[in-house]
T-cell receptor, first 114, second 110 residues
Framework: GDSVTQMEGPVTLSEEAFLTINCTYTATGYPSLFWYVQYPGEGLQLLLKATKADDKGSNKGFEATYRKETTSFHLEKGSVQVSDSAVYFCALSMSSGSARQLTFGSGTQLTVLP | EAQVTQNPRYLITVTGKKLTVTCSQNMNHEYMSWYRQDPGLGLRQIYYSMNVEVTDKGDVPEGYKVSRKEKRNFPLILESPSPNQTSLYFC?????????FGPGTRLTVT
């Protein structure tokens, strides 16, 4: 079946450091890909998405590029802030451009220290 | 304000005592879903609903029931809770372009 694999956490960085969280997927077709963020005590919020190969999703300084050849969707940010501390989830959907029927990775806890 | 609400936010109960977690959305979405979040496992889908009176099993439906009598509400029912259902539960609704999540319900079954 379809699956998402994320790098294991927790990840601890100093403020202004560069962030990469790896995400790879296994799917029988061409999924839509998402990054969700969960701040402490809250539900998940959509951070960014990409619906086809070579698309780049971006939001709040975060970026991820849909790489079909490596089946990857790595999350990056050039300079993290303390307020970026959260759990990040990579997810895919096979529902043709839709966000329904999401398959999630296990999540990566990020802590940014001042 | 567009939102998904869940109640209660926290619940401690005993094995076998029936409970219902309510979920409501104000965005007129047709699609709604329930997930459970467990450490190291991410979110796993329990049930989903494509529209009123249309529900289907997700990846981990055992021990749960749902109903969709109205478009805005999608309650999760545990008829006989067991300790392995101790988890953090999220309701979500979707316009198709993204899913909107509720704040979560932390359930402890002793």
């Amino acid at each position: 079946g379809d699956s998402v694999t994320q790098m294991e956490g927790p990840v601890t960085l100093s403020e202004e450091a560069f962030l990469t969280i790896n995400c790879t997927y296994t799917a029988t077709g061409y999924p839509s890909l998402f990054w969700y963020v969960q701040y402490p005590g809250e539900g998940l919020q959509l951070l960014l998405k990409a619906t086809k190969a070579d698309d780049k999703g971006s939001n709040k300084g975060f970026e991820a590029t849909y790489r079909k050849e490596t089946t990857s969707f790595h999350l990056e940010k050039g300079s993290v802030q303390v307020s970026d501390s959260a759990v990040y989830f990579c997810a895919l959907s096979m529902s043709s451009g839709s966000a329904r029927q999401l398959t999630f990775g296990s999540g990566t806890q990020l802590t940014v220290l001042p | 304000e567009a939102q998904v609400t869940q109640n209660p936010r926290y619940l401690i109960t005993v094995t076998g005592k029936k409970l219902t977690v309510t979920c409501s959305q104000n965005m007129n979405h047709e699609y709604m879903s329930w997930y459970r979040q467990d450490p190291g496992l991410g979110l796993r889908q329990i049930y989903y609903s494509m529209n009123v009176e249309v529900t289907d099993k997700g990846d981990v439906p055992e021990g749960y029931k749902v109903s969709r009598k109205e478009k805005r509400n999608f309650p999760l029912i545990l008829e006989s809770p067991s300790p392995n259902q101790t988890s953090l539960y999220f309701c979500a609704s979707s316009s198709g372009l993204q899913q909107y999540f509720g704040p979560g319900t932390r359930l402890t079954v002793t």
